[in-house]
Each structure stands twice: as structure tokens, then as C-alpha cells.
């Protein structure tokens, strides 16, 4: 029988709906049987998510998505294997989380400049973890009535080019490759397609990167570009669904293969005996 997977979800502990326990019991409805919590710029999760997933008969590959820079252009990096307890990375990502607050807060001085008053206390409720961001100013811009859906936030204000739109203040590519790899995971490129950076793979590959996301919802149309560009640079494919809602979600619908960690596995393996 083939083991599904889904190396890419998250949590309430940074941009998702749901709790760890009631992701995992989405998850074992699916019949998928091993998966990576990747919230942004946090383990914390994975203080209850192991003991979850072991009762449930769930693989729990652990994992993280950083965010990152490149002139200007968002760039998020997947992690996985990382020790989630690496003392260096806990204190880079307390920095990070720092950042994450000040471009909140950036983006709500701009939006009061356009009529739209928003307290950053309304915004810290839609945030049960440490990773707030555009996602939780969106629902507080919905509760308030100012936009009539989740998505109109992020068209009319929040998005890159929109009025409330504020840079990331992150890490640079090299730097965030360099921490997962110094906390003896494996560096992964994020949704290529969503990013419209294939001009940086390979400033990747020369930084450490060891996987591309061939597999995602958001590059179903683009398979075999990524397969070809994951063949030139010799880099692991890997999968997920960037779950974050129920209500749009492609959580169960991409048919991964358990080859993908396998791969993973090997290349972590290779490494550590070099």
C-alpha cells in the first residue's frame, strides 16, 4: 500500500486555522500517513505535535518555513530534519519574530493613513502564536468590516504593490539556508512558481540549497519545469499543500509518493558521512 505525505502545512501557532491536533486528525482522515508541520518562522508546534502524531500512527518528518529576502523579493525557504531545539536557530528566529511585529505594525500606520484604524491588540487575537503577519491583519480588516472577504484584504491593501504593503524585514536567502543547515536540516525552495524568483535557483544551489518544491497546488501547471530544473541542479522533489484553511485547502488532493522523504533521508544520510 503507498504511503501518502504532505510536507507542507501549518498551523494557528503561525498562519493557519487550525490547532496541531485538529490538523492531525484532518490529516488521518485523508489517509495520509506522513507529513511536515512547516509553520513560518516557528517550532512551536512541534512542543505537543510529536506525541499527537504517534497516537494517531502519523510520520512527523519535523520542519519550518523561513522567510527570507532577495532584493526586495520574498523567498521562503522549507527546512526539514532540523533539530527544533538548535539554540542558535531559537534565538535567530526570536529576531525574526521581532521582524514579523515591526512590518505588522508598518502595515497598520499605513492603513490608518487611509481611513482604516486597526489596534495591533485586534490583530494579536487572530494570532495564537508568535508568527503574526498579513494573514492575521486581513481577518481583523474582516471583522471590522473593511473588506467583505479575506482575499479583497490582501488584493486592495496588502499584497506586494498594494497601499498597506510592507517589505519583509528577513533574513537573506544565504543566511536562512545556513541556519537550517547548521541545525543539520535539509534547505528546500518554497512554491518556485508562487515565488517568480527561477533567476535566484541557482545563487540556491551555490548557498546550500538540496530540494526544490516540484509538488505544490500553487505549481500543479509547472510540474515538469520544476522536475527538469530539480534534474540540472541535482535537488531532491519534494511536495506538500501549503495548508493553511479548510476553506481553500488542497490537503489530500496530490497523490506524493513516501519516495520523496526516502530521498530526503538519503541526502541527510550522504551528508552526515561525508
Known amino acids: 500500500m503507498e504511503v501518502l505525505i504532505d510536507l507542507h502545512l501549518h498551523t494557528l501557532h503561525s498562519d493557519g486555522e487550525l490547532a496541531v491536533e485538529a490538523l492531525f486528525n484532518l490529516v488521518a482522515s485523508k489517509n495520509i500517513s506522513c507529513v511536515s508541520i512547516t509553520d ?13 502524531a504517534e497516537s494517531l500512527g502519523v510520520e512527523l518528518i519535523p520542519g519550518i518555513e523561513v522567510s527570507s529576502m532577495d532584493n526586495g523579493r520574498d523567498v521562503h525557504i522549507l527546512g526539514y530534519f532540523c533539530d527544533t531545539q538548535n539554540a542558535e536557530f531559537l534565538a535567530a528566529l526570536g529576531m525574526q519574530h521581532k521582524r514579523r511585529k515591526d512590518r505588522v505594525l508598518a502595515s497598520l500606520e499605513k492603513l490608518r493613513k487611509l481611513g482604516l484604524g486597526i489596534d495591533y491588540e485586534l490583530v494579536e487575537r487572530f494570532c495564537s502564536g508568535v508568527s503574526i503577519g498579513r494573514p492575521h491583519i486581513a481577518f481583523a480588516m474582516l471583522e471590522l468590516g473593511y473588506v467583505a472577504t479575506f482575499q479583497e484584504a490582501f488584493d486592495r491593501y496588502l499584497k506586494e504593490g498594494a497601499p498597506a504593503h510592507c517589505p519583509s524585514m528577513s533574513f537573506t536567502c544565504e543566511e536562512a539556508i545556513s541556519l537550517i543547515k547548521r ?7 518554497a512554491h518556485p512558481e508562487y515565488t517568480k524568483a527561477d533567476d535566484l535557483i541557482p545563487k540556491l544551489v551555490d548557498w546550500g540549497i538540496e530540494g526544490i518544491e516540484v509538488y505544490n497546488y ?19 522533489e519534494t511536495g506538500g499543500s501549503d495548508f493553511h484553511y479548510k476553506s481553500f485547502s488542497a490537503l489530500g488532493e496530490q497523490s506524493l509518493s513516501y519516495s520523496i522523504v526516502e530521498e530526503l533521508r538519503a541526502r541527510l544520510l550522504t551528508r552526515l558521512n561525508s
Open 40 to 52: 513560518h518562522d516557528t517550532f512551536a508546534a512541534y512542543d505537543v505535535a510529536p506525541k499527537i
Open 183 to 189: 541545525a543539520g536540516g535539509l534547505a528546500v525552495m
Open 218 to 236: 500553487k505549481t500543479a501547471k509547472n510540474i515538469k519545469k520544476y522536475r527538469k530544473i530539480a534534474k540540472k541542479y541535482n535537488l531532491a
